[in-house]
């Protein structure tokens, strides 16, 4: 009887295809969210603008960039769990992406402090930690596109 990771072999590509799609979604978040916030830290922390910011990264974090992380990850685990954790390249996007979940959680901890008008931060930090998910990104796909060791 063939064991589940050979049983997923013939189901990889479908895996990878819906990994892909996830990490998509979820990198449109990660790139989306904290330009809301730029404007938001701009608008301040009353009003009726406030509250659109708020409700705008609110349903944005909870209703797409959380699903689609988690899509993300229990695709990603099928599919290490098929090819194995032997592959060199492979530990340095997993820490990448362990590096992108924690900037994930940092948005949701600027998400609550918007909600709760206690922002501090200037537009000024959003503009510089926006740039995190593109160097993280970066790492990744050359880890899995050129697998350089």
């Given at each position: 009887?063939p064991t589940p990771p ?105 998400v609550r402090l918007f ?35």
């Open positions: 009887m050979e049983l997923l072999v013939d189901w990889y590509l479908w895996i990878k295809a819906f990994h892909v799609m996830a990490v998509i979604s979820w990198m449109a978040g990660l790139f989306y969210l904290p330009r809301l916030f730029v404007y938001h830290a701009q608008a301040g922390n009353s009003g009726e603008l406030h509250e659109t910011f708020r409700i705008m990264e609110f349903k944005l974090y909870r209703y797409i960039m959380v699903n689609a992380m988690w899509a993300a990850w229990i695709a990603g685990l099928l599919l290490i769990w098929i090819i194995g954790l032997s592959h060199p390249w492979l530990h340095v996007k997993l820490l990448a992406v362990v590096l992108m979940t924690a900037f994930h959680y940092l948005l949701r901890h600027h909600a709760e008008g206690r922002n501090r931060r200037d537009q000024k930090y959003f503009r510089m930690i926006n740039e995190i998910p593109t160097v993280l990104m970066i790492v990744i796909v050359v880890m899995v596109i050129v697998k350089p060791f």
